[in-house]
């Protein structure tokens, strides 16, 4: 399975952007599928996971009420939209995937599968 990441760019604060990542296939497997990000200076931080089999996504604090995740099995892939821009959220932004796993782990050794990442830029 491999990851490609789309959606990123430029944005003042108070925007909005949605990321998508697409898996090159689909697999059976019971699996989370992740978002993290990782500005410069600063270690990769989860920003969300959601589970193959259901339930509410989880959010990193930083991010709740600002951010959704959802999946699309029928495309193979999952968002993040992205509203209230902050500067703060400005980082390049990965998505990845951990098979047999749950609950949804927040530590990126976990995944082992990712994506190039995509870079999202929030100004003043």
């Known amino acids: 399975v491999q990851l490609a990441e789309s959606g990123g760019g430029s944005m003042q604060a108070g925007g909005s952007l949605t990321l998508s990542c697409a898996a090159s296939e689909r697999s059976d497997r019971r699996n989370c599928m992740a978002w993290f990000r990782e500005a410069p200076g600063k270690r990769r931080e989860v920003v969300a996971t959601?589970?193959?089999?259901?339930?509410?996504?989880y959010y990193h604090d930083s991010v709740k009420a600002r951010f959704t995740m959802s999946r699309d099995n029928a495309e193979n892939a999952v968002h993040l939209q992205m509203n209230s821009l902050k500067p703060e959220d400005t980082a390049m932004y990965y998505c990845a995937v951990a098979f047999d796993v749950w609950p949804c782990p927040p530590h990126r050794v976990a995944y082992a599968i990712w994506g190039q990442g995509t870079q999202v830029t929030v100004s003043s």
């Open positions: 959601i589970y193959s089999g259901g339930g509410n996504p």
